[in-house]
């Protein structure tokens, strides 16, 4: 069964750094996009980042310039370099397998979830 595991979550002062990595299992990670997306407290899940087989990639403007998403197939893990942490980059985030190749930023078009990681900024 397929299964994403997110771990490297905590809390961290503004303008720090954090990396999430999120192991996978159960899967062929070389054959679909995988993404990120986060859920602050009292607001909907929202994209963050997504990377396509072919290491395209694509980040919300919130993030942009400051995050990093990456992904290493032989390992079956995928990752999101967190810099210049704000206060609201607060929230759960989670890791998703896209249902094709290239992902978009809909939720939608993510099939498997991980249980999600904690990540706090502190100001």
């Known amino acids: 069964q397929v299964q994403l595991v997110e771990s490297g979550g905590g809390l961290v002062q503004t303008g720090g750094s954090l990396r999430l990595s999120c192991a996978v299992s159960?899967?062929?990670?070389?054959?679909?996009?995988m993404g990120w997306f986060r859920q602050a407290p009292g607001k909907e899940r929202e994209f963050v980042a997504r990377?396509?087989?072919?290491?395209?990639?694509l980040y919300a403007d919130s993030v942009k310039g400051r995050f990093t998403i990456s992904r290493d197939n032989a390992k079956k893990t995928l990752y999101l370099q967190m810099n210049n942490l704000k206060p609201e980059d607060t929230a759960v985030y989670y890791c998703?397998?896209?249902?094709?190749?290239?992902?978009?930023?809909?939720?939608?078009?993510?099939?498997?979830w991980g249980q999600g990681a904690q990540v706090t900024v502190s100001s």
């Open positions: 998703a397998k896209a249902r094709a190749q290239m992902g978009t930023l809909r939720r939608a078009d993510y099939d498997y």
């Open positions: 159960g899967i062929t990670v070389s054959l679909y996009a």
């Open positions: 990377i396509s087989t072919l290491n395209w990639t």
